[in-house]
């Protein structure tokens, strides 16, 4: 017979080999990013970046009604709209803005909706490649990832079970555009023969310094006309010279008047600072705030940014935009990055929005808040937080389908609609707070080396102690629509302080919806810029001059006022 301490021994290394089994099983994949995937390739371990390049193209090879297509996913944060033609037939009395788009912007359920977003596409990549994770731009390194702009790949002769149908063949690199199968409209009407900002069944998505415009065939004709300016190389120069001004000046490249301010790499750093959910969670809150401080003459408490800043800036700086209040003909950069309808139709959005992740990852473990308290820790400061700007439906773009207009947001009873309706997908916002459990960790990136090991005091090394203002200049923002800078510069005594550009991602018309934010007279709170190379009195005496970019002038206030 066999020893019975043998088979004791057998049993307890067959136990832990299951205990081990099962942690591995169980270890959530790991995101690193895409510049790390593209190193691994040059050092010739090629398999990493080629599982997840074939993943997206399978998804985009899928059928448009297929749940997990491209197409399906990409049209959740925008267009096709679900629109409310119930609403839209009220009369202006009745009816009320909306957001056709599922995408939460302006409020707190900004950071959680765009997690369950980016891992939804993630699970629909690993249904085509098992086990493949999604990738995350590192934004605060330098450039453009070489594989958002080469337009063709070429897979190795390497074997691999995902990879193998395509061999050493070279393909239309998924990562570099994305060709509607469907048509896209921006109005209600099917046949609007002034909707230049439709987008035809065929149409491929295109970044700056590309026009995209393709609603008629005028437009398909003047940007054709455009475009053909530019060849591949000299358009992904102007590309990474365009992201890389955003990083550092903090505005587009063609605003030569513009002198640097505070690029999206010190944003995403200043943002870490945030006290709480609301205000880390989106531009709505942290102006809000910033504006109450200003008048209260709590100066000291003003300067809060929010994930949503430097988001809103990366978005322009790779698709660009056109302002045409001045000139409707007027053709120039207008690429999906630039502007909400269309945005997530460019492959590249997603791997924008899993750095932006990545963010709010580092800012859970820097503020040791993994719950996202969202009011309570509010409720010190203000008598009535839950009606604190940005924690409503109505607040900024309006309700998303399914949600009425006066509902509370919240992270434990909003739905994250359209996840909520699939299986093993994140309900609610409280939900997708633990991203361990979710399935994946976020590996080595720059804003901290070893997001796992170090204590999260490091993170506090990478923020750059901020000055005090003196005052702030608070700006009323235009009814414009689709995306648009504010500048802001004072005068005074011959001499120029440039006080700040500011980004307001929106959406453009359409036309007999009450859409909101697609509206032409849509509303904006306020921008606020925080004035630190003047006294108090000397930004009273001040001339200011505050202007977006179709060069419109704006009103002001500066707060808080002289004491008397």
């Known amino acids: 017979g066999i020893n019975a301490e043998y088979m004791g021994t057998l049993s307890e290394c067959l136990f832990f080999f299951d205990c081990w089994l099962m942690s591995e099983i169980l270890r959530p994949g790991t995101r690193h990013p895409i510049q790390h995937l593209e190193k691994l390739y040059k050092e010739g371990d090629q398999l990493p970046l080629e599982r997840l390049v074939f993943a997206f193209k399978k998804i985009m090879d899928l059928p448009p009604t297929d749940d997990l297509s491209f197409f399906k996913?990409?049209?959740?944060?925008?267009?096709p709209f679900e629109l409310r033609k119930n609403v839209d037939s009220l009369d202006t009395v009745d009816s009320y803005t909306y957001w056709g788009g599922y995408c939460h912007h302006g409020n707190i359920l900004f950071p959680v909706w765009h997690r369950a977003y980016v891992l939804r596409l993630e699970h629909a990549l690993q249904?085509?490649?098992?086990?493949?994770?999604?990738?995350?731009?590192?934004?605060?390194?330098?450039?453009?990832?070489?594989?958002?702009?080469?337009?063709n790949f070429t897979f190795s002769a390497m074997k691999d079970k995902a990879t193998k149908e395509f061999g050493n063949a070279t393909i239309k690199n998924p990562l570099f555009s994305y060709t509607l199968p469907v048509g896209l409209r921006d109005t209600l009407e099917e046949k609007d023969e002034e909707d230049l900002y439709a987008k035809p069944c065929g149409y491929e998505t295109v970044?700056?310094?590309?026009?995209?415009?393709?609603?008629?065939?005028?437009?398909?004709?003047?940007?054709?006309?455009?475009?053909?300016?530019?060849?591949?190389?000299?358009?992904?120069?102007?590309?990474?010279?365009?992201?890389?001004?955003?990083?550092?000046?903090?505005?587009?490249?063609?605003?030569?008047?513009?002198?640097?301010?505070?690029?999206?790499?010190?944003?995403?750093?200043?943002?870490?600072?945030?006290?709480?959910?609301?205000?880390?969670?989106?531009?709505?809150?942290?102006?809000?705030?910033?504006?109450?401080?200003?008048?209260?003459?709590?100066?000291?408490?003003?300067?809060?940014?929010?994930?949503?800043?430097?988001?809103?800036?990366?978005?322009?700086?790779?698709?660009?935009?056109?302002?045409?209040?001045?000139?409707?003909?007027?053709?120039?950069?207008?690429?999906?990055?630039?502007?909400?309808?269309?945005?997530?139709?460019d492959p590249i959005f997603?791997?924008?929005?899993?750095?932006?992740?990545?963010?709010?990852?580092?800012?859970?473990?820097?503020q040791g808040n993994y719950d996202c308290k969202t009011n309570d820790d509010l409720a010190c400061e203000y008598k009535d937080p839950e009606d604190f700007y940005g924690t409503r439906a109505y607040d900024h773009q309006g309700p998303t389908p399914e949600v009425r207009p006066d509902d509370k947001l919240t992270l434990n009873g909003t739905k994250l609609l359209p996840f909520s309706n699939f299986k093993d997908e994140p309900k609610f916002g409280k939900d997708c707070l633990q991203i361990n459990s979710l399935g994946y960790q976020y590996g080595h990136g720059v804003l901290n080396p070893d997001v796992t090991d170090r204590p999260a005091k490091i993170l506090r090394a990478t923020i750059i102690p901020r000055a005090l203002p003196h005052a702030a200049l608070v700006v009323k923002v235009p009814a414009l629509p689709g995306s648009f800078t504010i500048s802001a510069v004072a005068r005074l005594d011959g001499k120029e302080h440039i006080l700040g550009h500011a980004v307001v991602f929106g959406r453009r018309e359409i036309r007999g919806s009450r859409c909101a934010n697609c509206l032409a007279n849509r509303a904006q709170a306020v921008e606020v810029f925080l004035i630190h190379?003047?006294?108090?009195?000397?930004?009273?005496?001040?001339?200011?001059?505050?202007?977006?970019?179709?060069?419109?002038?704006?009103?002001?206030?500066?707060?808080?006022p002289l004491p008397k």
Request: glycine residues 6%; negative net charge; aromatic residues 12%.
């Open 207 to 345: 970044r700056y310094p590309y026009s995209g415009l393709a609603g008629t065939p005028d437009w398909i004709r003047k940007s054709k006309e455009y475009n053909s300016q530019f060849s591949d190389e000299s358009a992904n120069e102007k590309l990474v010279a365009n992201v890389n001004c955003w990083k550092t000046n903090g505005h587009s490249i063609k605003d030569t008047k513009c002198c640097a301010t505070k690029g999206t790499d010190q944003l995403y750093k200043d943002c870490l600072e945030a006290p709480n959910y609301v205000l880390f969670s989106n531009n709505s809150s942290a102006r809000a705030m910033a504006q109450m401080e200003a008048e209260a003459g709590r100066l000291e408490r003003a300067d809060v940014v929010s994930l949503e800043d430097p988001h809103n800036k990366m978005h322009l700086a790779v698709g660009g935009f056109t302002n045409r209040e001045e000139d409707k003909e007027k053709v120039g950069d207008d690429g999906d990055m630039g502007e909400n309808n269309t945005a997530a139709f």
């Open 350 to 366: 997603f791997f924008h929005h899993c750095f932006v992740d990545y963010v709010f990852w580092l800012w859970q473990k820097r």
């Open 73 to 79: 996913i990409a049209g959740y944060h925008g267009e």
């Open 127 to 151: 249904s085509q490649v098992p086990g493949v994770m999604m990738s995350f731009w590192d934004e605060m390194e330098d450039s453009v990832p070489s594989i958002f702009l080469r337009r």
């Open 533 to 560: 190379s003047m006294t108090l009195g000397q930004a009273h005496q001040a001339q200011y001059e505050v202007t977006v970019s179709s060069g419109q002038t704006l009103s002001y206030r500066v707060l808080p």
